[in-house]
């Protein structure tokens, strides 16, 4: 299917644990963003990407690690997750000034 | 420092009834503003943006202006209808984030029978 795919849509994890989120784009838009979503804080940048091999911090990168090794695909790794990532994570792209989002991962971190 | 944010957290109106969701912001150097609508378990969807030399913008039902004297930027739905219930997050396009998008916490609109 085209567009943006966000797996696994749910993940329980333990604390301490490390858990990748994956993001998949069917287009070749070079802007790739992971966002995460908390009551209060709406959507929170965590990284960014502007192509594949370059990728960048956002407002609250601590305790995540990106990489993107090819243009589609565009994963989140926390690598010793806490409590305090529990979230709602959003995988997004980019094309002028339209984002398009992916259904979202939600991770609760136990 | 510089934010995005949102007058009213929450929103009921009458289906039929126009809406108006409001939205403050303090970065005058953006370059775009826009209206993203999120339904229940469902990442944000694109409503209309508006560049920043414009005041006023058009689509489909959905109208947002822009008032850069005072910071203000508003959505407004005609006919609200039931499918209109979501949250809707203005945001702006920031260069300090290789024009990322940075978005409000978001109004919730309740559309009553």
């Known amino acids: 299917d085209a567009g943006i795919t966000q797996s696994p849509r749910y993940k329980i994890t333990e604390t301490g644990r490390q858990v990748t989120l994956m993001c998949h784009q069917t287009w070749s838009h070079s802007y790739m963003f992971w966002y995460r979503q908390d009551l209060g804080h709406g959507l929170r940048l965590i990284y960014y990407s502007a192509a594949a091999d370059i990728t960048d911090k956002g407002e609250v990168p601590d305790g995540y690690v990106v990489s993107r090794s090819k243009t589609e695909n565009f994963p989140l790794t926390l690598e010793s997750a806490t409590r305090s990532q529990t979230s709602v994570y959003f995988c997004?792209?980019?094309?002028?000034?339209?984002?398009?989002f992916g259904q979202g991962t939600r991770l609760t971190v136990v | 420092g510089e934010s995005v944010g949102l007058h009213l957290p929450t929103l009921s109106v009458q289906e039929g009834d126009n809406s108006i969701i409001n939205c403050a912001y303090s970065n005058s150097a953006s370059d775009y503003f826009i209206w993203y609508k999120q339904e229940s378990g469902k990442g944000p969807q694109f409503i209309i943006d508006i560049r920043s030399n414009m005041d006023k913008r058009q689509g489909q039902r959905v109208t947002v202006l822009l008032n850069k004297t005072v910071k203000h930027l508003s959505l407004q739905i005609a006919a609200t209808q039931p499918g209109d219930s979501a949250v809707y997050f203005c945001?702006?396009?920031?260069?300090?984030?290789?024009?990322?998008?940075?978005f409000g916490p978001g109004t919730r609109l309740s559309v009553l029978p």
């Open positions: 945001a702006e396009i920031r260069h300090n984030y290789g024009q990322n998008f940075v």
């Open positions: 997004a792209t980019r094309m002028n000034t339209e984002a398009f």
